[in-house]
RNA sequence: GGUCCCAUCGUCUAGUGGCCUAGGACACCACCCUCUCAAGGUGGAGACACGGGUUCGAACCCCGUUGGGACUGCCA
């Protein structure tokens, strides 16, 4: 380990005390019972940055912590790369939710120099991502492409300041060396060459020789890299072409990012950052710029525990979105990634942003539930108004197929459906959904011309029952008499049960599959009176004709 | 191989030296409610990776081991 002050203990400076809700014992199992975290002042504590983090939530500092002194700059800057990862989904909500915290400004950069993945729609896809999100940026969004003088006036800079040197090793050549060495990565060789720089030569960044570059990360602590371990990067290709490491930092200093909020995986390549924006620093040509405050996030990873892969995952925010997962649910949960709320879980924008600290993020990594997603998902469709949900599920079940937002249609004929009734039904599937994309089979039965029957279910109520088809004859007769409100069918159907001695559980079974082809769904006779008396008869006579 | 990161129920997490008999949420199981299915209610099972050390006391601090991961491009 690395030299230690041990009589610094931040602890030692840091009184808590941790209470229990209001009570000293709190009962087992009290729903939403919550420890509540009291702070006392720190008394001449050096509010800067400890060497080491230690795990566990921080308590709030009296005094601002030092990053926190100028008013926060954050970026997202995402490379188009065909749709929109829950990855960068997360990414972009935590530099989101930490600008709204603290009054800062959160800035949109596409990073497009890639020409490879860089197409228009691709563009259009970030934007439309962060704007259902509700992410909405206060600058740009700017393009990396246009900023392509500045990167070449950095080249310049460090070129003159000699950290640069001409390389025209290819990569057979410094795979060969290395095979041969043993040891993996560029060897310097042409460090002392002194080659112009040419068509054929890239640039590499000359790494110190000795020495250590130290991260105080805001949520890793202080992390350390040995320079020798880092080998000369290429900061700019022999085509001219300044690559991603270079770029993306003097976007940064152009657009003065105060905190750059990550993911981990650009752990390793922020060493090499530091020291470019080092040397720029010292540049006669560049202005003075100070670093930023870095914090990188815990990856999202799969069940393998491995980064989520854009081949195997189910990683498009767009995929989630047409299958019915809301906007707020979805950003609900994916704060819940590295991060927890105080009291419930279920937190809403203004509690995200009002409870939000970095400080607080986790350090390992966390694997993308798609349960608990539904889950919450569910949750917030049921805190929906009954108006709000119906309007929510249009782009599943509009008879305007420009409505459709998954291009699916909805299993019936589009001018079946009637607005009217499906609102009435809203209240009965509302609980019953956990995604909008489940709303259409749940109400097809009201609007499809024919009933698509689970044979299984025919099977068991109706073809092997012979009661099953004396309750739908009797209830062919009955129903044609009764009020059609639900009340009155739910008595008839009562009596008819206590005639042929089955209890309602099992005489509305033989109607519920007679009708909606299934034997779960809405309650049956809601879904009869909304379906009507005609309807309901039709269906019931063809039933018991199909297993006479 | 090298550098770096990480380690509490199956999962997401709370926990910052004594309030821990380790709490909550998802998932799972049981029961209640009930016209089915949900929703809701009640209860249950389920974790501090391991080994040393420091300390009166360690999930928490230190060291090591093991395990997992990221990076290691003239990609971003």
Known sequence: MGPKEPHEDPRELRPVHLERGVHGHRPRGLRGARRRLHVHPQRGARARLRRARPRGRRQLPQRRPEHLRVTPRVRFAPSPTGYFHVGSARTSLFNWLFARRHGGAFVLRIEDTDTERNRDEWRQGILDALT???????????????????????????????????????????????????????????????LPRGPSTALRFRMPDEGATTIEDLVRGTVTFPHEAIGDFVVMRSSGVVLYALANLVDDRSARITHVIRGEDLLPTTPRQVLMWEALNHCASQERVDLPA??????????????????????????YRDQGYLPEAMVNYLALLGWSPRGDEIADRARLIDEFDLAEVSRSPAFFDVKKLTHINAEYLRAMTSDA????????????????????????????FDADVFSRAVPLIQTRVTTLAEVPAMVAFLFGDEVAFDEDAVAAVLADDPL????????????????????????????????VGLPLRRAQAPVRVAVTGTRVGPPLFESLELLGRQ?????????????S
């Open 132 to 194: 259902w999100l509700g992410l909405n940026w206060d600058e740009g969004p700017t393009l990396q492409s246009a900023n392509l003088g500045d990167h070449h006036a950095a080249v310049e800079a460090l070129w003159e300041g000699g950290y640069l040197y001409a390389c025209d090793c290819t990569r057979e050549q410094i795979d060969a060396r290395s095979a041969a060495t043993g040891r993996p990565g560029y060897d310097g060789h042409c460090r002392t060459r002194e």
């Open 389 to 416: 949900f119906a309007h929510a599920c249009r782009p599943w079940v509009d008879p305007d197929p420009a409505a459709w937002r998954p291009r699916a249609a909805p299993p019936w004929a589009p001018e079946h």
């Open 294 to 319: 870095y914090a990188h996030l815990p990856m999202l990873v799969n069940e393998q525990r491995k980064k989520l892969s854009k081949r195997k995952d189910p990683v498009a925010l767009e995929s």
């Open 468 to 499: 099953g088809r004396v309750v739908l004859a009797v209830a062919i007769e009955r129903f044609a008499e009764v009020d059609f409100t639900a009340a009155s069918l739910h008595d008839a159907l009562v009596e008819l049960g206590e005639g």
């Open 535 to 547: 309807r309901t008869l039709d269906r019931l006579r063809a039933a018991l004709a199909r297993v």
